[in-house]
């Protein structure tokens, strides 16, 4: 059977087994191959179909999962969940029943359904040889190909919600090694998105040269506390390894440094994080959670404030508060939370005026591992590259130093924002940070 057939009959069968039910279903197809020296060197075709089911029964949970879409299958599975029950601990939650969403799926092009892997295999072998021409310094391009992606996503419950989402996407990427002086540099960029009419050999090709040789040159500088501005190319990842504080069943677990400081000042007013599922700059769009609960716009730190933890139903009840709409679940896992495109909004300069705010600071443009990073403590110990900058003015790349200090403490020193994002289609935009002092250490 189909999934929709499979979320039926799983709906059927477990009506009268708990006094409550929800189902999440999805359905994945991924095709992709990479190029080396002008020929395909490997490809991949994936596909993953499951539905998962929590049942409630005596306010206790039961999860279980199938990935066989048969009605024998569907039946051990809600035996399972029900089974599951007696090791779990009581929770007070009502399922959401349902919502009146917006037509249409925009998550979804039709015509990428379209685009061959014959033809992403071209553009991959043009691209190879752009890259190539693009400097004489590139020497090897190991990491180059291309992945479409699309995916059926069904949530439903016993209160007769029931939303199907469908999401695709295309990727292609390039990573170069690029030789000067005996010394080798790796440079790699990745485009995403849902119109193929946007990519372009051009622009890949002219952003994995630039990454490759960017670092060439490099100076060593003196260390210590200097102010330090994380790029919009680094400030996502840097942010998202310290998401997790901010959702509430970390501060219940006692993993969380902001417990109990919901209502306080956290940060610098100049920071905000937004969990933003419907945010006209995002391409990605969530109008219910996976626990059919509606998805809304949660200002987590609103300038510097920490408003509101990120709330699914069952972390919510246990803080005797209402769901942020933020809960998440795939098919083979239990019910967690996440940020639902994350942003942070913009501020009134660009990259370049933030670097005049310093008579000297570090532009800060990769980041290496997070092995050092602790979401939990908040420390902060990772490899960085960048540019040395000074009066405004980039002086010379710095290869090599260690940024060191504490995420909470990072914050609260952030003295402005920038107001550009580094990915058109990523749900994570974050523009540069621009930090007071750092330790930096060479």
């Keep these: 059977m189909n999934i929709i057939d499979a979320v039926s009959c799983m709906c059927d069968l ?20 990479s190029v080396f020296q002008g020929q395909v060197q490997n490809t991949e075709i994936s596909d993953s179909v499951g539905l998962g089911l929590r049942v409630i029964k005596d306010g206790r949970p039961g999860y279980a999962h199938t990935e066989r879409l048969t009605k024998e299958a569907i039946a051990q599975t809600i035996k399972d969940a029900v089974c599951h029950t007696q090791w779990t601990e009581k929770i007070d939650i009502e399922l959401p029943g349902p919502v009146d969403v917006p037509a249409g799926q925009p998550n979804y092009n039709p015509e990428l359904e379209c685009l ?8 991959c072998i043009d691209l190879e040889k752009a890259t190539f021409a693009k400097s004489k310094e590139i020497e090897n391009i190991p990491y180059l190909g291309g992945d479409t992606n699309s995916e059926t996503f069904v949530i439903a419950n016993s209160k007769g919600a029931l939303y199907t989402v469908q999401s695709n996407y295309v990727s292609v990427g390039a990573g170069a090694v690029a030789s000067r ?3 080798k540099k790796l440079g790699n960029f990745v485009k995403s998105g849902r119109d193929w009419k946007e990519f372009t050999i051009e622009e890949i090709a002219s952003r994995t040269a630039e990454y ?12 210590g506390n200097i102010p330090v501005i994380f790029s919009e190319r680094v400030a996502s990842r840097f942010l998202a390894m310290y998401l997790n504080p901010f959702v509430a069943e970390a501060m219940q677990k006692g993993m969380s440094r902001l417990v109990g400081k919901e209502g306080t000042k956290i940060a610098s007013d100049a920071f905000s994080i937004w969990s933003d599922p419907q945010g006209e700059m995002f391409q990605h769009v969530n109008y219910v959670d996976s626990e059919g609960v509606p998805a809304q716009r949660v200002k987590v730190v609103d300038n510097g404030i920490f408003s509101s933890a990120l709330y699914n139903l069952e972390t919510a009840s246990k803080a005797g508060r209402k769901s942020t709409g933020n809960g998440i679940r795939g098919f083979g896992s239990k019910m967690s939370t ?6 942070v909004p913009a501020g009134d300069k660009t990259t370049a005026d933030l670097l005049k705010l310093f008579p000297k600071c570090l532009l800060v443009a990769r980041l290496e591992g997070n092995s050092g990073c602790n979401a939990v403590s908040g ?14 003015v980039i002086q010379h790349p710095v290869d090599g130093v260690t940024l060191s200090g504490n995420f909470f403490d990072i914050i609260q020193n952030i003295v402005a924002v920038g107001n550009e994002y580094y990915s058109a289609f990523s749900n994570y935009k974050v523009p540069a940070l621009a930090v007071s002092n750092l330790a930096v250490s060479c």
């Design 379 to 392: 420390e902060l110990s990772i490899g960085a590259h960048g540019f040395w900058c000074e009066n405004g």
């Design 14 to 33: 477990a009506k009268g087994e708990a006094e409550q039910f929800d189902v999440i279903a999805s359905n994945s197809h991924s095709e992709g191959l």
């Design 338 to 343: 996440a940020f639902f495109n994350l942003l």
């Design 116 to 123: 061959s892997l014959s033809q992403i295999k071209d553009f």
């Design 181 to 183: 002086d005996g010394v």
């Design 212 to 223: 490759s040789t960017e670092l060439f040159g490099a100076k060593k500088i003196e260390g």
